[in-house]
């Protein structure tokens, strides 16, 4: 349980915010809509469990497959979870 209080280092930030800036332009979503996304998936899973929103990491990727082949945004969430009952 101890990597969940470790405060992330500079150069973690800088890595996860240019994969975040990597991937936006990829699907074509701005920085800002991840961000609104990610704050409203930690809203809604803070309701039925205690989680680490400050290392939460969502990812939006091109490669899922949907119908007919085509490839449509997928979207991956790591949430680190503290505590199942809230």
């Not at 150069?11 to 332009?25: F, G, N, V, Y």
């Not at 699907?27 to 961000?35: D, F, G, K, Q, T």
């Not at 939460?56 to 199942?84: F, S, V």
Request: net charge positive; aromatic share 4%; with cysteine.
């Amino acid at each position: 349980m101890r990597h969940f209080f470790r405060r992330k280092s500079s150069r973690e930030t800088a890595r996860d915010r240019l994969k975040i800036l990597l991937i936006s332009d990829r699907v074509n979503c701005s920085p800002e809509m991840i961000e609104l996304i990610k704050t409203d998936i930690a809203k809604v899973i803070s309701k039925y469990m205690k989680i680490d929103a400050a290392n939460m990491e969502i990812q939006i990727n091109a490669k899922g497959k949907g119908a007919r082949g085509i490839k449509n945004p997928t979207l991956y969430a790591n949430i680190p979870i503290l505590d199942l009952h809230k």
